[in-house]
């Protein structure tokens, strides 16, 4: 059974930070793809940022030089570091694993960026 459980979310005054874990079991890890995904209230699913399972990353213009994505295959594990959090970036956040047709979403984690 595979599953990836989201960690790390909160509640953050604007400027902030927060880090957020995924940790995957079922699937063998290094072979996928990560993402982090998120949901505002009342708007589409976005991609926030990738990871290959080759290190290469890429990232939404909102979040570039605040965010970071990194991988530990030895844990199987993928974070989501954000800094200089701002009130737009409130929203669920979503782990993702692809590989081929093979797609597994975590159940969520809720940020929160509020004064």
């Known amino acids: 059974q595979v599953r990836l459980v989201e960690s790390g979310g909160g509640l953050v005054q604007p400027g902030g930070s927060l880090r957020l874990s995924c940790a995957a079991s079922g699937i063998f890890f290094r072979m996928y793809a990560m993402a982090w995904y998120r949901q505002a209230p009342g708007k589409q699913r976005e991609l926030v940022t990738s990871?290959?399972?080759?290190?290469?990353?890429n990232y939404a213009d909102s979040v570039k030089g605040r965010f970071t994505i990194s991988r530990d295959n030895a844990k199987n594990t993928v974070y989501l570091q954000m800094n200089s959090l701002k009130p737009e970036d409130t929203a669920v956040y979503f782990c993702?694993?692809?590989?081929?047709?093979?797609?597994?979403w975590g159940q969520g984690t809720q940020v929160t960026v509020s004064s």
């Open positions: 993702n694993a692809r590989k081929s047709l093979q797609d597994y």
């Open positions: 990871v290959t399972t080759g290190g290469n990353t």
